[in-house]
C-alpha cells in the first residue's frame, strides 16, 4: 500500500463573484459553467504520483507533441455531488468511478491511479469549490476527473508522463426537454464498439468516433443515438453516454449484457434497486427487430436510458432508416418513474440508504 498523496491547496485569488454565481444557478444546463478551482496531480515513470494541487482553474500549457493530441492516451470519469436539504455534501459510490477509472486506464496501457488518491483529489476540489455544489431539485456538481498522456514524442508507444485532473461544473438536466421522454436515432451507418476493442473503456477516443453518429440522430430529429453490435448489426448496445433498459407487461426488464458496453454505475444500482423492489432482471441481448415486435405487440411496456448526466430519461420514440415505432403511449411508463424516484432519493438523501452507496464529504 503506498501513503496516499497530500494536496497543497491554493485558493484562486480571483473566484467568480457571488452574485454572478447566484445568477448562472438560475439557469443551469449541463457542462458550460466551471467552478473556481481543479485538482492536478503528476505521474512520471521515475516519480510515479506526484505533485497532488488544487488551485485557480486555468488552461494547461502543452507540447505541441503532446502525445495525447497524436494518439488520443486519454480517459474520464462522470460523477456528482450533492446538496442535501441539511447542506450537507454527498458522493454516490465513488469507489466505483475510481475502479472503472483505472479499468480504463489498464485498457489504454496508462498508469493505474491508488483508489484513494481519485477520492481524495475530488474531495480536496470539493472542499476547495463547496459553494459551487447547488441546491435547487435536478440540480448538482457534476465532477470529470480524466487523465492524458503529455510526453513529448511522436513514436506509438505509451506515454511515460501523465496529467490527472478534476475539473467541475454545476448542472441542472441533461437534456434540454428536462423530464420529457427522449426520442432515439437507431443507426446503422455507424458502430460503437468491436469485440476486442474499447467499448467497455471511458476513454475520448469512443466519444469522438460517435459523433457522426449523433449528427445522424439530430438530423432525423432525435436526441440520441442508440448502437447496434458490430458484428451483426443487431443486438442492441447502449446509447451514445447511456445505458439502455427495457420494461415487459409480465413486470420483468432486461438491459443489454456486458462486453462491448459501459458498465455503467447508474446501471449496476438500478439492476440492484430493482431487484430490491422484487422485480426480475436479466442481463440478456436483446435484437433491434425484436425492439420493434414487442414495442408493436405491446409485450413492450416502457424502455429507458440511464447514466451519471442524464440520470434515468424514459424513451419515447425510436426512428430508423425507414420506419419509427413508439414504447406504450410515448410517455415515461411507471416502472421507469418509479426506479428513477428511487435512485434519485437515495443519491439526494430523502430515501434511506440500504446499500451505503452515499459517501458524506467534509469541507
Ligand atoms: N454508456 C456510456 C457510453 C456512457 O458514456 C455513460 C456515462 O458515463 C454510461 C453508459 C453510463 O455510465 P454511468 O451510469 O456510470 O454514468
Ligand atoms: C456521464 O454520464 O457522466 C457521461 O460521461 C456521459 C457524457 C455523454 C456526458
Redesign the pocket.
Known sequence: MTTPLSFTTTQNPAPMPEADRQAAFGNLGFGTLFSDHMAVIHWTVEKGWHDATVSARKPFELDPASSVLHYAQEIFE?MKAYRGKDGTITLFRPEENARRFNESARRMAMPEIPEADFINAVEALLAADAKWVPEADGASLYLRPFMFANEAFLGVRPSKEFIFCVIASPVGPYFKGGAKPVSIWATQSFTRAAIGGTGAA?CGG?YAASLQAQAEAAQNGCDQVVFLDAKEHNWIE??????VFFVFEDGSISTPPLGT??P????KSLIQLAKDAGITVTERPYSFETWKADAASGKLKEAFA????AVVAGIGQVKYEGGSFTMGDGQTGPVTTKLRETLVGIQRGSIADPHGWIRSVSV
Open positions: 462522470g471511458k469512443n447502449e446509447l451514445g453516454g447511456m445505458n458496453i459501459l455503467g454505475i447508474t446501471r440511464c447514466g451519471t448526466a
